[in-house]
């Protein structure tokens, strides 16, 4: 299994940014997948995930109405859409799957077996 991140850049308070996780290895279909964030010195943050029981997706508080998750199965990619973005929105940004049967809410648990190498997300003026 492996997970690659990108598209973490540098982006304006207000700005928007998608970042795509490639994922080989594994067909997407059968893991739940999402993303995480973390800033250091703070706990890991789920962001959002996409349940591999129902294909149900779960979005932290903090990014509801803000964020998009989804997936294009042809290229087994995952993607973060992420607009009106604000400075509690940096961070590194880390692509996570996982093969066991799981709800979208267990993206509230960084418990995950297998992580990318994280892309890092800066919001400045």
């Known amino acids: 299994v492996q997970l690659v991140e990108s598209g973490g850049t540098l982006v304006q308070p207000g700005g928007s940014l998608r970042l795509s996780c490639v994922a080989s290895?594994?067909?997407?279909?059968?893991?739940?997948i999402g993303w995480f964030r973390h800033v250091p010195g703070k706990e890991r943050e789920g962001v959002s995930c996409?349940?591999?029981?129902?294909?149900?997706?779960y979005y932290a508080d903090s990014v509801k109405g803000r964020f998009t998750i989804s997936r294009d199965a042809a290229k087994n990619t995952l993607y973060l859409q992420m607009n009106n973005l604000n400075f509690d929105d940096a961070g590194f940004y880390f692509c996570?799957?996982?093969?066991?049967?799981?709800?979208?809410?267990?993206?509230?648990?960084?418990?995950?077996?297998?992580w990318g190498q994280g892309t890092q997300v800066t919001v400045s003026s």
């Open positions: 996570v799957a996982d093969e066991r049967q799981r709800s979208a809410a267990m993206c509230r648990y960084p418990t995950f077996r297998n």
């Open positions: 290895g594994f067909t997407m279909d059968d893991y739940i």
């Open positions: 996409i349940s591999n029981i129902d294909r149900s997706i």
